[in-house]
């Protein structure tokens, strides 16, 4: 770990590194789930600093070495994903748009997930069904839902109400695993340049998000019921644009503080980021959704600037 961060690698040795991986992930499949997090990360760093050569050796070998495994289909699957991953955002680090390709990267993960369950259901197998059914004893084994059965609730259809939370999973580890390799790619450059990849304090959802927003909003007020395939698809949009505008009212906040966290040691940074994280997930959703709201309507850090400058 010392070594990447403190060593400017050349492509071809975060190729090496790229093979290394894959073959310890086909040697121990336990492991899989750790180290596929981190094969993406490297491709990232190979498109931001256009190493083409190696990129392409990277994948193709990779392709290659996922035949000796008995997971090869999954690779196969998962590595042109994470190729396209890497493009958006190893293009979004070189031009400083990480913002915007981070939406796109979630939308590839979404698009691995969804490819997932096509798929298995042409083997045969229900995927959705059969994850359904996992997530229903998973719940129906906690001492909340326990609890929450005691307080008196009562009609709910445990499996239609997880089937239709399924998508709204779907995107959120999309999310989250865009969020862990731009978390990843900070970490390793920042530490070689203190003053590299300002991505959290850069963050902004497009212009007109808000109205969007309101749109879903009023369909979700008016829709006689979320069951439906429509209703989930609202549903789900609206949730993941909820966390992006929290997302974005933490970024202003970032951006506000910008020369004092500069200040800090990384790891204080880190850990200041994942708890602010934590807290718009947990606690202060809706407060940070208002304020990332009101910042993309009348764009408070331009006005900010103006204000500044006078």
């Known amino acids: 770990m010392v070594f990447f961060i403190k060593t400017k690698m050349t492509g071809w040795g975060l190729s090496i590194v790229y093979m290394v991986i894959v073959i310890v992930s086909i040697m121990i499949p336990n492991l899989i789930p750790l180290l596929l997090i981190l094969l993406p990360a490297l491709l990232i760093m190979m498109v931001k600093n256009q190493q083409w050569r190696p990129w392409i050796l990277s994948l193709s070998l990779g392709m290659l070495l996922a035949l000796f495994s008995a997971n090869w289909l999954l690779y196969w ?123 959290l304090r850069h963050f902004k959802m497009p212009k007109r998000s808000a109205f969007l927003y309101g749109l879903v ?35 202003l906040l970032w951006w506000l503080f910008k020369e004092k966290m500069r200040q800090l040691p990384l790891a204080l940074q880190i850990i200041i980021g994942l708890a602010g994280t934590f807290l718009i997930i947990t606690i202060l959703l809706e407060i940070f959704m208002i304020i990332g709201i009101i910042d993309n309507i009348i764009d408070l850090r331009k006005r900010l600037s103006k204000s500044k400058e006078e």
């Open 217 to 251: 909003l009023l369909i979700m007020v008016f829709s006689p019921s979320n069951s439906d395939f429509i209703g989930q698809a609202v549903s789900t949009v609206f949730m993941v644009m909820t966390f992006l505008f929290a997302l974005q009212a933490m970024s």
């Open 77 to 199: 699957i998962f590595i042109p994903f994470s190729a396209i991953e890497g493009w958006f955002l190893g293009q979004g680090f070189a031009r400083k748009e990480v913002g915007y390709q981070i939406v796109n990267a979630t939308l590839v993960w979404v698009a691995f997930f969804v490819a997932l369950v096509l798929l298995f259901n042409a083997s045969g197998l229900n995927l959705l069904s059969q994850l359904t059914t996992q997530m229903v004893k998973e719940i129906q084994s906690s001492s909340f839902l326990m609890a929450l059965n005691q307080s008196g609730i009562q009609g709910i259809d445990l499996t239609t109400l997880v089937a239709t939370m399924i998508p709204s999973v779907i995107i959120v580890c999309s999310i989250l695993i865009t969020l862990t390799h731009v978390v990843i790619l900070r970490i390793f450059e920042t530490a070689r340049d203190p003053q590299s990849f300002p991505v």
